[in-house]
């Protein structure tokens, strides 16, 4: 297959940067399509841990293309950081290609984004504060920079002339804070723009020229199904669209050429941020969870709430993005538990769902149906064929590919990239 999706399954934090990571060694090209700075995936390789918040997965791949699509708002500093860091540890960056058409994270989208959640107060979205939000509302509004025009010094400087005095009058009459200053951003976006030259390019061809001479592609989102835009627990959600049709807008390749969907579910359910969450364990469970698990956000370091698995959301994932196949990801965080439940339906006012509520304010109120599971109780991270796992393992990943429709492909047993058990090749 020449071109798979990865997406997540859940409320991000699945693990797909892993997943990523391993299947790039046999993918010529690694894009990340939407989302900004906001996402983090880390990667680990022999022990080492790798920390990418703009730069895909696949950038320990020397031979990999690494490609940010025109999909993903681009903070400069952050993507130069991510490069500098990268670069420092022996990793070369000279693969990456950055689409003209991305939009540019800018100092007024951050400012106004942190301005905003703390106005919010107790109805706070829990964003990250990078900006990303008020970024694609610009782009909507019609009013956003995008890369091609940040590596014109004129154009960027005449845009940013139009668009400052808007953004100084909301910060002034608004949120009463000290208007930015043109001249300083003028030079500080210069100076990333003058780096930035070299990796910018029109990905929209690249892409479709790759595909039509038969190059492997994995496209990488960021966050996952419950943050999409659309889809996920609005508004406690990120601004683009983590979905598999993500892709189409977000990479500029037709829906016609994707031949694979990987939809990455972690064995139990984390979220990081306000909003429902159904399984949620607030208790000595969900503790035992974030500590087995080390659930602190890879961006911001906040501890991830924690729950059992739902499989009504993966279901509902698979109906979304159309997923061919689940990697699973953090099966040995299970390894301790006496007893693992699984969330099969949800029920309200004694009848059962068929489908995941839009309203947060029934979403709170459906009741889970647990089926519950006889725990293993004995490591598993060191196993390496599907035979191998004990039975009860087997047991509830096989009745989680029955309760999703979605059939196993891969089953992740460890952080590293030989702690993974293929059932099936997917690139």
Same mark, same amino acid.
């Not at 929209?204 to 889809?231: H, P, R, W």
């Not at 007893?339 to 059962?352: A, F, H, N």
């Given at each position: 297959m020449s071109a798979v999706v990865i997406t997540g399954t859940q409320w991000g934090d699945e693990g797909k940067g892993k997943i990523v990571d391993y299947l790039a060694a046999r993918a010529d090209v690694v894009v990340r399509f939407q989302g900004g700075s906001n996402a983090g995936h880390t990667v680990t390789v022999n022990g080492e841990e790798y920390k990418l918040r703009l730069l895909p997965s696949g950038i320990l791949y020397p031979k990999t293309k690494c490609v940010i699509g025109n999909g993903v708002v681009l903070d400069p500093a952050v993507v130069l950081e991510e490069m500098d860091a990268m670069s420092s540890r022996g990793i070369d960056v000279s693969s990456i290609k950055i689409s003209n058409r991305a939009h540019v994270v800018m100092p007024y989208h951050k400012l106004i984004d942190e301005l905003n959640e703390n106005l919010r107060a107790e109805n706070k979205i829990g964003t990250t504060k990078r900006g990303i939000g008020p970024c694609y509302i610009d782009k909507d509004d019609r009013i956003g920079i995008r890369?091609?025009?940040?590596?014109?010094?004129?154009?960027?400087?005449?845009?940013?002339?139009?668009?400052?005095?808007?953004?100084?009058?909301?910060?002034?009459?608004?949120?009463?804070?000290?208007?930015?200053?043109? +001249? &300083?951003? /003028?030079?500080? !976006?210069? @100076?990333?723009?003058?780096?930035?030259?070299?990796?910018?390019?029109?990905?929209?061809?690249?892409?479709?020229?790759?595909?039509?001479?038969?190059?492997?592609?994995?496209?990488?989102?960021?966050?996952?199904?419950?943050?999409?835009?659309?889809?996920?627990?609005?508004?406690?959600?990120?601004?683009?669209?983590?979905?598999?049709?993500?892709?189409?807008?977000?990479?500029?390749?037709?829906?016609?050429?994707?031949?694979?969907?990987?939809?990455?579910?972690?064995?139990?359910c984390t979220r990081v941020g306000e909003g429902p969450f159904p399984t949620e364990q607030l208790n000595a469970i969900g503790d035992k969870l974030r500590e087995c698990g080390h659930e602190f956000?890879?961006?911001?370091?906040?501890?991830?709430?924690?729950?059992?698995? +739902? &499989?009504? /959301?993966?279901? !509902?994932? @698979?109906?979304?993005?159309?997923?061919?196949?689940?990697?699973?990801?953090?099966?040995?965080?299970?390894?301790?538990?006496?007893?693992?439940?699984?969330?099969?339906?949800?029920?309200?006012?004694?009848?059962?769902?068929?489908?995941?509520p839009a309203s947060l304010k029934i979403l709170a109120r459906v009741e889970p149906v647990y089926e519950t599971f006889e725990g293993w109780r004995e490591p598993i991270s060191d196993i390496r064929s599907y035979d191998e796992l004990p039975s009860k393992a087997k047991k509830y990943l096989e009745r989680m590919s029955e309760v999703t429709g979605i059939g196993l492909g891969i089953v992740s047993v460890g952080p590293n990239r030989d702690q993974t058990i293929v059932l099936k090749e997917i690139i």
């Open positions: 890369v091609c025009d940040l590596i014109d010094r004129e154009e960027f400087a005449s845009k940013l002339k139009t668009i400052l005095p808007m953004k100084n009058l909301i910060l002034e009459k608004v949120y009463n804070h000290a208007p930015l200053d043109f +001249d &300083a951003i /003028v030079d500080e !976006y210069s @100076g990333y723009a003058q780096r930035l030259e070299p990796y910018v390019c029109d990905t929209i061809s690249l892409l479709n020229d790759q595909l039509d001479c038969g190059k492997k592609i994995l496209f990488e989102g960021a966050q996952a199904t419950m943050l999409d835009i659309d889809y996920g627990t609005y508004p406690y959600v990120t601004a683009s669209h983590p979905i598999s049709g993500g892709v189409g807008v977000g990479a500029g390749v037709a829906p016609k050429k994707i031949d694979c969907v990987v939809g990455v579910v972690k064995a139990y956000g890879t961006v911001t370091g906040r501890p991830r709430r924690t729950g059992w698995l +739902d &499989a009504c /959301v993966v279901r !509902y994932a @698979g109906q979304l993005s159309g997923i061919d196949y689940m990697a699973v990801t953090r099966l040995d965080i299970l390894d301790s538990f006496d007893e693992i439940k699984m969330c099969v339906g949800y029920k309200l006012d004694g009848r059962l769902l068929n489908e995941i």
